[in-house]
């Protein structure tokens, strides 16, 4: 005979916050929880998610000892874009055997993001980078020299801070804008002493190591909040975060193989791994937190895929171009742009309409897209040109003497 299994759904009571209770970032929502069980809960997560029950702010979890437990804390709402998030919601999840869920609507308004200007990186002598700082109208405002090779950036609105990468010396350096000095900077691992990306994702930054680890930091202290076991014989050259999960572009040293590696945000432990051979430019998060769009380059040529957490599986690859990209932007929910050479194109993922937009005289190192403006900035190892989006109008121009290495679009609320 087949075991039954009688355990009951978890009693779940949210006190505190009431339905359809008010906030304006930056908030506390003050919380007060009940949850009953009929055996000890493995966790409970409480987080504040929208329609498709993906997080918008950094969930908070509890692992009680107890079948009844009483919660009362603060839930912070840090200042963040929430405008195309819809409906939001109080969630609590318990999970034991079974899977409980418990809400309430909440409303919560947010100051709006603005595009504010672009972080310029350029190589000037030997292990010496110039970080430039420029405004909407490209005019410099600041300069900074900062030791070492610049290999890679991100920047985060949540507190108006800049991360990038260096070699030699090999550091993660972190900086808030109108300081004058680093908040913080990281040394990478005497194993394999070096970093290979940095990602940026609300109040906490993301860097890959040299000997296969990622590990996630609070964004104004540097305090380590997770890490993902070592993997010595790989390395994570790009990376996201997508609900609860850390999704890992991993290259693999001795073989010309690739891997997906999925990891859980909270504990840093691994949910599962894929095997597949798209080298990733760009992923990009999708409306299910349990999927993601990836641009990449597959035997030389440019490819785009999905690939679904649930099934661990990759959609059938699209092949957008026989030649590879090399910067990649969203322009909307189709509509991406990409680059190749010393040109820009725009493509459109539901259609599969192609076009060119941008034919310019250099090879192009970076493009961005800024939603607020609708502004693209195009830069080539000397020159940064925007323009307004679609008709390519031009806005204004930047030269610069020393050779562009990257760029970063600063944002503040």
């Given at each position: 005979?087949?075991?039954?299994?009688?355990?009951?759904?978890?009693?779940?009571?949210?006190?505190?916050?009431?339905?359809?209770?008010?906030?304006?970032?930056?908030?506390?929502?003050?919380?007060?929880?009940?949850?009953?069980?009929?055996?000890?809960?493995?966790?409970?997560?409480v987080c504040v998610c929208n329609a498709a029950q993906t997080p918008?702010?950094?969930?908070?979890?509890?692992?009680?000892?107890?079948?009844?437990?009483?919660?009362?804390?603060?839930?912070?709402?840090?200042?963040?874009?929430?405008?195309?998030?819809?409906?939001?919601?109080?969630?609590?999840?318990?999970?034991?055997?079974?899977?409980?869920?418990?809400?309430?609507?909440?409303?919560?308004?947010?100051?709006?993001?603005?595009?504010?200007?672009?972080?310029?990186?350029?190589?000037?002598?030997?292990?010496?980078?110039?970080?430039?700082?420029?405004?909407?109208?490209?005019?410099?405002?600041?300069?900074a020299l900062v030791p070492g090779n610049y290999s890679e950036s991100?920047?985060?609105?949540?507190?108006?801070?800049?991360?990038?990468?260096?070699?030699?010396?090999?550091?993660?350096?972190?900086?808030?804008?109108?300081?004058?000095?680093?908040?913080?900077?990281?040394?990478?691992?005497?194993?394999?002493?070096?970093?290979?990306?940095?990602?940026?994702?609300?109040?906490?930054?993301?860097?890959?190591?040299?000997?296969?680890?990622?590990?996630?930091?609070?964004?104004?202290?540097?305090?380590?909040?997770?890490?993902?076991?070592?993997?010595?014989?790989?390395?994570?050259?790009?990376?996201?975060?997508?609900?609860?999960?850390?999704?890992?572009?991993?290259?693999?040293?001795?073989?010309?193989?690739?891997?997906?590696?999925?990891?859980?945000?909270?504990?840093?432990?691994?949910?599962?791994?894929?095997?597949?051979?798209?080298?990733?430019?760009?992923?990009?998060?999708?409306?299910?937190?349990?999927?993601?769009?990836?641009?990449?380059?597959?035997?030389?040529?440019?490819?785009?895929?999905?690939?679904?957490?649930?099934?661990?599986?990759?959609?059938?690859?699209?092949?957008?171009?026989?030649?590879?990209?090399?910067?990649?932007?969203?322009?909307?929910?189709?509509?991406?742009?990409?680059?190749?050479?010393?040109?820009?194109?725009?493509?459109?993922?539901?259609?599969?309409?192609?076009?060119?937009?941008?034919?310019?005289?250099?090879?192009?190192?970076?493009?961005?897209?800024?939603?607020?403006?609708?502004?693209?900035?195009?830069?080539?190892?000397?020159?940064?040109?925007?323009?307004?989006?679609?008709?390519?109008?031009?806005?204004?121009?930047?030269?610069?003497?020393?050779?562009?290495?990257?760029?970063?679009?600063?944002?503040?609320?």
């Amino acid at each position: 005979c087949k075991k039954q299994n009688s355990q009951q759904q978890a009693q779940i009571e949210i006190l505190s916050p009431k339905e359809n209770a008010f906030y304006s970032l930056p908030d506390t929502i003050h919380s007060e929880i009940i949850v009953q069980t009929d055996v000890k809960p493995d966790y409970i997560r409480v987080c504040v998610c929208n329609a498709a029950q993906t997080p918008v702010f950094s969930p908070i979890y509890f692992y009680p000892e107890t079948l009844l437990t009483n919660l009362s804390f603060d839930y912070i709402l840090e200042n963040m874009d929430i405008s195309s998030q819809g409906q939001l919601y109080f969630s609590v999840s318990v999970a034991t055997d079974i899977m409980s869920n418990s809400f309430k609507k909440i409303n919560i308004e947010s100051q709006p993001v603005e595009f504010q200007g672009v972080y310029l990186f350029t190589h000037t002598s030997v292990n010496e980078t110039k970080l430039a700082y420029l405004d909407i109208e490209m005019t410099v405002k600041s300069i900074a020299l900062v030791p070492g090779n610049y290999s890679e950036s991100a920047a985060s609105a949540t507190h108006d801070m800049l991360f990038f990468l260096t070699e030699v010396p090999d550091r993660m350096y972190a900086r808030q804008f109108g300081e004058d000095l680093f908040l913080w900077e990281k040394e990478p691992s005497a194993d394999y002493p070096e970093f290979t990306s940095v990602y940026a994702d609300g109040n906490k930054v993301y860097c890959g190591y040299g000997n296969g680890k990622i590990a996630g930091f609070a964004d104004v202290s540097g305090q380590q909040m997770v890490s993902t076991p070592v993997m010595m014989d790989s390395v994570p050259e790009r990376m996201i975060v997508t609900g609860d999960y850390i999704v890992g572009d991993f290259r693999v040293k001795n073989k010309p193989s690739r891997s997906l590696s999925v990891f859980y945000k909270t504990t840093g432990a691994r949910f599962q791994r894929a095997v597949y051979q798209i080298e990733v430019v760009d992923f990009y998060k999708e409306n299910n937190e349990k999927e993601l769009l990836i641009f990449g380059n597959e035997d030389g040529k440019a490819v785009v895929s999905n690939y679904f957490f649930e099934g661990n599986y990759f959609k059938e690859i699209l092949n957008i171009s026989d030649e590879k990209i090399n910067a990649t932007c969203r322009v909307s929910s189709s509509v991406f742009l990409f680059s190749q050479k010393k040109s820009v194109f725009s493509i459109d993922l539901k259609t599969h309409i192609k076009k060119e937009l941008l034919a310019l005289n250099d090879e192009i190192v970076s493009v961005k897209f800024d939603e607020t403006e609708q502004i693209v900035i195009v830069a080539t190892a000397n020159s940064v040109y925007s323009y307004f989006y679609p008709s390519m109008q031009f806005i204004g121009t930047f030269s610069s003497l020393d050779p562009i290495i990257g760029i970063e679009l600063r944002y503040a609320f």
